[in-house]
């Protein structure tokens, strides 16, 4: 694996072939980049796995919501129904 994120990998992760267009998407999203002589963008693959591998760990560390129907118990005493056995 090269040190450098190549040009099809960059039209991959931005979905956009343009080489301004590319440096607007990495702009917008934080990621440092050079722009070369000739209007390319040299992109450390350490910056594009820095940026994506965060936004991989921000959406593992969502809130999981979960039932809590242990309320449910209560609401039969209350009415005096009781559990049948089946």
Do not use: C
């Given at each position: 694996?090269?040190?450098?994120?190549?040009?099809?990998?960059?039209?991959?992760f931005t979905h956009l072939k343009r080489y301004s267009a590319q440096a607007r998407v990495l702009d917008r999203h934080g990621i440092k980049h050079?722009?070369?002589?000739?209007?390319?963008?040299?992109?450390?693959?350490?910056?594009?796995?820095?940026?994506?591998?965060?936004?991989?760990?921000?959406?593992?560390?969502?809130?999981?919501w979960r039932v809590d129907v242990s309320v449910l118990g209560d609401i039969g005493k209350k009415r005096g129904v009781t559990r049948q056995k089946l």
């Amino acid at each position: 694996m090269t040190m450098w994120v190549s040009h099809e990998e960059l039209v991959g992760f931005t979905h956009l072939k343009r080489y301004s267009a590319q440096a607007r998407v990495l702009d917008r999203h934080g990621i440092k980049h050079t722009r070369r002589p000739d209007g390319s963008i040299a992109l450390r693959r350490e910056e594009l796995d820095a940026h994506t591998l965060t936004a991989a760990n921000k959406a593992k560390a969502k809130r999981e919501w979960r039932v809590d129907v242990s309320v449910l118990g209560d609401i039969g005493k209350k009415r005096g129904v009781t559990r049948q056995k089946l």
